[in-house]
């Protein structure tokens, strides 16, 4: 089960969160969002089973209609650390 703490850096949220994605491209992009750099160095399997990103990090066009699940492919890009000033995509 994720944590229930956030694993962008220095987010203290209690928002719902999300799992990390399974697709490299999309799960590298999360990483670097996050600035967590303790992340970096976990394998992708034990991220996605500990680690998750909140609600408050997306924008409302991630969401799936009706529900509180992220569209494929969203990305977080909202409330995130101020020392993160690039994503490579």
């Known amino acids: 089960?994720?944590?229930t703490k956030c694993s962008v850096l220095g987010c203290t949220s209690k928002e719902k969160k999300h799992v990390f994605p399974n697709t490299d491209g999309d799960y590298k992009i999360w990483l670097e969002c996050c600035n967590n750099e303790k992340l970096f160095k976990m394998d992708k399997?034990?991220?996605r089973?500990?680690?998750a990103v909140c609600?408050?990090?997306?924008?409302?066009?991630?969401?799936?209609p009706g529900t509180s699940k992220l569209k494929k492919c969203?990305?977080?890009t909202l409330n995130l650390?101020?020392?993160n000033?690039?994503?490579?995509?």
Do not use: A
Not at 55 to 64: L, N, V
Not at 85 to 89: G, L, P, Q, S, V
């Open 85 to 89: 000033n690039t994503i490579k995509y």
């Open 1 to 3: 089960m994720p944590s």
């Open 81 to 83: 650390s101020k020392s």
């Open 55 to 64: 609600h408050i990090h997306f924008d409302k066009s991630c969401e799936s």
């Open 74 to 76: 969203s990305l977080p």
């Open 45 to 47: 399997s034990l991220v």
């Open 49 to 51: 089973k500990r680690y």
